[in-house]
């Protein structure tokens, strides 16, 4: 089967990530798949390529991009879009093609776009244009019918899936000492990890003052560390979020990483993932955690509880409450035993519920059912 994925970005992000496993997946599985995006540095283009993929380009955003898309969904048996932007310009490109009948849109978030007025009668008519659409957990299903106005009998949800491989792998022997020297930090800190892109989405500022509200607690506060990994490539929210750590003079109790491709040994060297999101499509860096035996510390939006069990495999507070998310991480650092049980129990969860092989089963089970899928 020929296979061409569009998406907005090929910079580093979830959804990103997520279509780097389904390349890998399904070149492994003998498809012949290319991959297409419209923006952004491509930092991932190699990983791509890599994984796989015969062909990665880079084809813009004005009507160039929408002739290029036009031939690219000509040449394919089956057209996957990612992200608003990708499936707006495919959704066109794909009808104009003739190609409606092998088209399927991939929605990886509840984006907060849909819920304008003007943004969500438009997205009703593109985003009915694909003949399936496939919604990563049952909240972006719901919230995609309501806002996006999409007709609920053409959608189908496959839940994000990880190779837990190397998380099990840095999680057997995780490289505590290492990781805290290379942080300048002592070897009994109890680490906090955040891996995310620094958006409003994720509230960088609510972690912040949750942890300063915690490093004042006498029992654990002084031992309390905080990792952040990540960067904002289309915007001033890593130099919001410093400034921030800096007028609540954090210090070097919080390091910003930046951009690493070393997570799983830095996740799984942490005591706790933690990530005050307001909005969440699934969250693949919590099944990532999940799988290095790391407890959750989150909130309870969105897909996250479809993910995170609250007092199993993590614990979920309301967002934007900076004082109830330090309650929770501090509830966590304080039963280390308890903390050990919440992160056996995440890593079962993940390899029942969200592996690799299934998520790319599923996927191409959805591929099945296009109307034109088989070409002649």
């Known amino acids: 089967m020929r296979i061409q994925h569009v998406i907005t970005t090929l910079d580093v992000g979830g959804a990103e990530v997520h279509l780097l496993s389904q390349v890998r997946g399904q070149v492994a599985r003998g498809h012949a798949v290319r991959v297409a995006y419209l923006k952004g540095e491509g930092r991932l283009a190699q990983d791509f390529r890599d994984a796989g993929a015969s062909a990665v380009e880079r084809v813009g955003q004005g009507p160039s991009a929408l002739l290029t898309l036009r031939g690219l969904c000509r040449d394919a048996d089956v057209v996957h879009s990612h992200l608003l932007k990708a499936d707006a310009v495919t959704a066109l490109a794909a009808t104009s093609a003739g190609a409606r009948g092998r088209l399927v849109?991939?929605?990886?978030?509840?984006?907060?776009?849909?819920?304008?007025?003007?943004?969500?009668?438009?997205?009703?008519?593109?985003?009915?244009?694909?003949?399936?659409?496939?919604?990563?957990?049952?909240?972006?299903?719901?919230?995609?019918?309501?806002?996006?106005?999409?007709?609920?009998?053409?959608?189908?949800?496959?839940?994000y899936g990880i190779d837990p491989s190397a998380w099990l792998?840095?999680?057997?022997?995780?490289?505590?000492?290492?990781?805290?020297?290379?942080?300048?930090?002592?070897?009994?800190?109890?680490?906090?990890?955040?891996?995310a892109r620094f958006a409003e989405q994720k509230a960088h500022e609510v972690l912040l003052r949750a942890?300063?509200?915690?490093?004042?607690?006498?029992?654990?506060?002084?031992?309390?560390?905080?990792?952040?990994v990540g960067d904002d490539p289309?915007?001033?929210?890593?130099?919001?979020?410093?400034?921030?750590?800096?007028?609540?003079?954090l210090g070097r109790?919080?390091?910003?990483?930046?951009?690493?491709?070393?997570?799983?040994?830095?996740v799984a060297a942490s005591d706790q993932f933690v990530m005050a999101s307001r909005w969440e499509g699934l969250g693949l860096v919590f099944l990532e955690a999940m799988a290095a035996r790391v407890p959750v510390v989150s909130t309870e939006v969105s897909a996250i509880p479809e993910v995170v069990v609250h007092g199993e495999t993590g614990l979920l507070v309301p967002p934007d409450e900076p004082g109830r998310f330090a309650a929770a991480v501090l509830e966590?650092?304080?039963?280390?035993?308890?903390?050990?049980?919440?992160?056996?129990?995440?890593?079962?969860?993940?390899?029942?519920?969200?592996?690799?092989?299934?998520?790319?089963?599923?996927?191409?089970?959805?591929?099945?059912?296009?109307?034109?899928?088989?070409?002649?």
């Not at 849909?114 to 919230?143: C, E, K, M, Q, Y």
């Not at 942890?211 to 952040?228: H, I, K, P, W, Y």
């Open 234 to 249: 289309f915007g001033d929210g890593r130099q919001r979020a410093e400034d921030e750590a800096s007028r609540l003079e």
């Open 211 to 228: 942890f300063d509200a915690a490093r004042r607690d006498e029992r654990v506060g002084e031992r309390l560390r905080l990792l952040l």
């Open 105 to 159: 849109s991939g929605k990886h978030n509840d984006e907060r776009a849909l819920l304008r007025p003007w943004v969500s009668r438009i997205h009703g008519v593109l985003g009915n244009l694909p003949s399936l659409t496939i919604a990563l957990s049952d909240h972006v299903r719901r919230f995609v019918e309501e806002h996006g106005r999409v007709d609920p009998g053409r959608m189908r949800r496959v839940y």
């Open 253 to 266: 109790r919080v390091h910003f990483a930046g951009i690493r491709r070393d997570v799983p040994r830095l």
């Open 169 to 195: 792998a840095a999680g057997a022997a995780p490289e505590r000492a290492a990781v805290r020297a290379e942080f300048g930090w002592p070897e009994d800190a109890v680490v906090l990890t955040c891996v």
């Open 332 to 376: 966590v650092a304080l039963d280390t035993e308890r903390a050990a049980a919440m992160g056996a129990a995440g890593e079962a969860r993940v390899l029942e519920h969200f592996g690799l092989d299934r998520m790319v089963d599923e996927t191409l089970a959805v591929y099945e059912q296009l109307p034109e899928r088989a070409r002649p």
